[in-house]
Nanobody, 127 residues
């Protein structure tokens, strides 16, 4: 089992930046995918970005592409750098771990592939 703790959320004006961090503990293996999802009021939880644990491959939602960057340091930390923030980015952001044990495999954006979740961190972007 993997324990995940997010940090770095807060209040920022539109156009500003925030950096979210996810600290993982427990049994993480090199084949894991780490993902960020978000949940805004009145909406379903949605995919934001994902990265393979070795950092070789990244996937982004179209809504955040070219504004957000996901990274991992191979020391059980996964960060999400968020630039040019918009009010519609306001949500609770969650870090999640996908052990890639599924057959057939889920794509990195598929929420069903993720089994371990953090408690979430609030991001609020004011206009």
């Amino acid at each position: 089992q993997v324990q995940l703790v997010e940090s770095g959320g807060g209040l920022v004006q539109a156009g500003g930046s925030l950096r979210l961090s996810c600290a993982a503990s427990g049994s993480i293996f090199t084949n894991y995918i780490m993902g960020w999802f978000r949940h805004a009021p009145g909406k379903e939880r949605e995919f934001v970005a994902a990265i393979t644990w070795t950092g070789g491959n990244t996937t982004y939602a179209d809504s955040v592409k070219d504004r957000f960057t996901i990274s991992t340091d191979n020391a059980k930390n996964t960060d999400l750098q968020m630039n040019s923030l918009k009010p519609e980015d306001t949500a609770v952001y969650y870090c999640a771990a996908n052990p890639r044990v599924w057959s057939p495999p889920f794509p990195p954006s598929e929420i069903r592939g993720y089994v371990d979740w953090g408690q979430g961190t609030q991001v609020t972007v004011s206009s």
